[in-house]
Nanobody, 127 residues
Framework: QVQLVESGGGLVQTGGSLRLSCAAS????????MGWFRQAPGKEREFVAA????????YYADSVKGRFTISRDNFKNTVYLQMNSLKFEDTAVYSC????????????????????WGQGTQVTVSS
């Protein structure tokens, strides 16, 4: 089993930056593809970014492409989400998730593919 704990959220002005971290427990972190999802009040959870278990493949939602960067450090059991040029509409609770996918380079934007989820961290962008 994998336990995920997010950190790094907070209040930032439009145009600012934040870096989220997601620390995973256990020795099998490198066996999991990782993803970031977000949910704004009154809206459904949406995919943000994903990274393969070896870090070589990444995928982004169109709404964050060019502004957000996902990365991972398998020695530190941590996945990151660098968020730049933040917009008011990026305000949400951001959660990381771990997926046991078949192939090393495989990634997924589908929440149903993820087996473990963190509790989330709030990101608020003031306009």
């Amino acid at each position: 089993q994998v336990q995920l704990v997010e950190s790094g959220g907070g209040l930032v002005q439009t145009g600012g930056s934040l870096r989220l971290s997601c620390a995973a427990s256990g020795r099998t972190f490198s066996s999991y593809a990782m993803g970031w999802f977000r949910q704004a009040p009154g809206k459904e959870r949406e995919f943000v970014a994903a990274i393969s278990r070896n870090g070589a493949a990444t995928y982004y939602a169109d709404s964050v492409k060019g502004r957000f960067t996902i990365s991972r450090d398998n020695f530190k059991n941590t996945v990151y989400l660098q968020m730049n040029s933040l917009k008011f509409e990026d305000t949400a609770v951001y959660s990381c998730a771990a997926a046991r996918l078949q192939y090393t380079m495989q990634i997924s934007p589908q929440a149903l593919d993820y087996d473990y989820w963190g509790q989330g961290t709030q990101v608020t962008v003031s306009s």
